[in-house]
């Protein structure tokens, strides 16, 4: 059962921009955090960028922030990391993830997280 559907990776060269998207089509998660993870051929899965169930809060890994954005739309339940200034660094398969329910605040750990996208990879070159 498909429950988040990821899309918007591809090549790209450096300095470049990119928006990945999450689509949650059952709407399922509208009330829940979710995030946005990634994972580099070789390396864990780390934390990037999460928001509140409105949008209001959002918390970013410090390499990211001031590049990196993330947001959603309630009315298309679609999470969104939109990814600019891009460098060969960020090469990795991009997941979007829902926040567990007893977790009160913004979470980093992947195992506060427990429904995962397929992932969508993102390379760029130099």
Do not use: H
Request: aromatic share 10%.
């Amino acid at each position: 059962q498909v429950q988040l559907i990821e899309s918007g990776g591809g090549l790209v060269q450096a300095g470049g921009s990119v928006r990945l998207s999450c689509v949650d089509p059952g709407r399922t998660f509208s009330r829940r955090v979710m995030g946005w993870f990634r994972q580099a051929p070789g390396k864990e899965r780390e934390f990037i960028a999460a928001t509140s169930s409105s949008g209001g809060s959002t918390d970013y890994e410090e390499s990211v922030k001031g590049r990196f954005t993330i947001s959603r739309d309630t009315v298309k339940n679609t999470l969104y990391l939109q990814m600019n200034r891009l460098e060969p660094e960020d090469t990795a398969v991009y997941y979007c993830a829902v926040q567990s329910s007893v977790y009160p605040v913004l979470a980093r750990a992947t195992t506060a997280y427990d429904v995962w996208g397929q992932g969508t990879p993102v390379t760029v070159s130099s």
